[in-house]
């Protein structure tokens, strides 16, 4: 399964919304995918899986959704140490894949 | 605390090997499937090869297979990747992560923080 990530990098201010995109080619089931957060220096944080449910002790202003092909993380208000970045992951297929990632920089 | 620890992580020449290891502490270590990810810094997360709670179901990267094994050691805690024919893009962080639940199939939840592969000659 070919992971897609859009855009390559966002440039967003503090307080803004972030909508990062993920496409899954074939589709795969909503159970089955995963993002994370990556800051340089520092181990991966799963954020999100199944599609749309935060891991523990993750601020409910990040969400997901989507279904089939198409997926979607969005941070409802950008907190300083939001800007980081984001890796969408299918677990459903092996070998099990990682998109390319997007960088959301402050503007 | 739940914790992993990589080790093994080195320099070595082409065609060379090498052993990483992980050490789970603070959990169940035979509850949970584990995975090796690996990342050259500033680039994407590349999943390496993923194995269920005994070790009887195990998947690997395409740009691996063949050259490594997964492997689990529950009476230790311990998570293993044999890496043999190594080239110069195996060049990476390679990091150590649990899966949510006992499957090969898993998000993964928790992180090492990293042994370092460097393949030069």
């Known amino acids: 399964v070919v992971v897609t990530q859009f855009p390559g990098t966002l440039s967003l201010s503090p307080g803004e919304r972030a909508t990062l995109s993920c496409r899954a080619s074939?589709?795969?089931?909503?159970?089955?995918i995963a993002w994370y957060q990556k800051k340089p220096g520092q181990a991966p944080r799963l954020l999100i899986f199944?599609?749309?449910s935060r891991a523990p002790g993750i601020p409910d202003r990040f969400s997901g959704s989507g279904s089939g092909t198409d997926f979607t993380l969005t941070i409802s208000r950008l907190e300083p140490e939001d800007f980081a970045v984001y890796f969408c992951?299918?677990?459903?297929?092996?070998?099990?894949?990682f998109g390319g990632g997007t960088r959301v920089e402050s503007k | 605390e739940v914790q992993l620890v990589e080790s093994g992580g080195g320099a070595v020449r082409p065609g060379g090997s090498l052993r990483l290891s992980c050490v789970g502490s603070?959990?169940?270590?035979?509850?949970?499937?584990m995975s090796w990810v690996r990342q050259v810094p500033g680039r994407e997360l590349e999943w390496v090869a993923g194995?269920?709670?005994?070790?009887?179901?195990?998947g690997y990267a395409e740009s691996v297979e063949g050259r490594v094994t997964i492997s689990r050691d529950n009476a230790k805690n311990s998570l293993y990747l044999q890496m043999e024919s190594l080239r110069a893009e195996d060049t990476a962080l390679y990091f150590c992560?649990?899966?949510?639940?006992?499957?090969?199939?898993?998000?993964?939840?928790?992180w090492g923080q990293g042994t370092t592969v460097t393949v030069s000659s």
């Open positions: 992560a649990r899966g949510r639940g006992s499957g090969s199939y898993e998000a993964l939840d928790v």
């Open positions: 603070g959990f169940t270590f035979d509850d949970y499937g």
């Open positions: 194995l269920n709670w005994n070790g009887e179901s195990t």
């Open positions: 074939p589709s795969i089931s909503s159970t089955y």
């Open positions: 199944g599609t749309s």
């Open positions: 992951q299918q677990y459903g297929i092996f070998p099990l894949t």
